[in-house]
């Protein structure tokens, strides 16, 4: 049991770093399209920080745990609007009404109905090789729609470096496999141990794992004040992992939905975007904290459930 507690926070070491530099190297080739922050937020940052939750998932499936695979998913999901988006909101509560407006608008429109898109097929009890093929069709529709609106709107606060970059995007996928492999297996032998369900392991603990390289992201892009990349990150993330993230584990496996209830409480908190859009900072610094509370509530209810 303390060994795999041991292993499982190297393994979110690795992914945590893994992603940064994943991050930092796809940013810089992003540049040199010219495209804008917001979608170098979007698309690679987000990539870059889903990239923990794309080969935990892999892993998960692999090994025939797929209770892991959703429920890292959806917690990841949930974790990225209540723990992170909140934090942020706390910190620069003009996060989704200030900057670039339109382009979040559209994001967050998107990031919605791939949600709702996902609560439908979920509706048929699995997440099996057709919805899978149908969330990548979407997938791909939705990132070829922002590229191109993306390259019509270049900005220079993301710089690139050259060769430099591929080093890093190596050195941080390097990173993210190894640490997503000591994650999946620790997260495994702790629910064995202690005769939790995988799934609540995978909407708490192997979710909140994974979704450190969103947090340490958009709380960095907030404090630097670029808003852009930190919302976009977040909405991107959201759409990578409910589309491309749970699209390809089921292109290997049929995933069965453990638990509607839970997929309906990841559309709510998803839904819960919105109310950030308000003008007034007072509101907007008020919901994020409404947010971050019901997200502590709700991790405590499903501890309970696991006892």
């Not at 892991?68 to 723990?83: D, E, K, M, T």
């Not at 064995?192 to 392991?201: G, S």
């Not at 930190?230 to 995933?255: D, E, K, T």
């Amino acid at each position: 049991m303390f060994t795999s507690l041991i292993l499982f926070c190297i393994g979110v070491l690795l992914l945590v770093k893994g992603a940064d530099y994943f991050v930092g190297g796809g940013a810089g080739l992003a540049a040199r399209f010219g495209v804008s922050t917001t979608v170098i937020g979007f698309t690679v940052i987000a990539f870059g920080t889903s990239l923990p939750e794309f080969v935990v998932n892999m892993n998960a499936v692999i090994i025939d745990t797929p209770g892991i695979a959703l429920g890292n998913v959806l917690g990841s999901n949930i974790a990225n609007i209540a723990l992170v988006l909140a934090l942020c909101a706390l910190l620069r509560p003009d996060i989704l009404s200030g900057g670039d407006v339109r382009g979040i608008v559209s994001q967050t429109r998107l990031m919605l109905a791939a949600t709702a898109l996902f609560v439908l097929l979920s509706l048929r009890g699995t997440i099996d090789l057709p919805a899978g093929i149908v969330m990548l069709a979407a997938f791909i529709l939705i990132l070829r729609h922002l590229w191109k609106k993306g390259a019509e709107q270049p900005s220079n606060a993301v710089v690139s470096h050259g060769r430099l970059d591929i080093i890093r995007m190596a050195v941080g996928a390097a990173g993210v496999v190894a640490g997503s492999y000591l994650v999946v297996l620790s997260a495994v032998a702790i629910a064995e141990a202690l005769a939790i369900p995988a799934f609540i392991i995978g909407m708490t603990m192997v979710a909140v794992g994974t979704s450190l390289p969103e947090l340490a992201t958009s709380l960095v892009a907030v404090l630097r004040n670029q808003a852009g990349i930190s919302a976009g990150n977040i909405l991107g993330s959201n759409i990578f992992n409910i589309l491309f993230v749970m699209g390809c584990g089921a292109l290997i496996r049929s995933i069965p939905v453990i638990s509607m209830g839970d997929v309906i409480v990841t559309a709510l908190f998803s839904a819960g975007v919105v109310p950030l859009f308000l003008p007034h900072r007072n509101l907007t610094r008020a919901w994020g904290g409404l947010l971050l509370a019901a997200y502590c509530i709700y991790i405590l209810h499903l501890s309970g459930a696991a006892g």
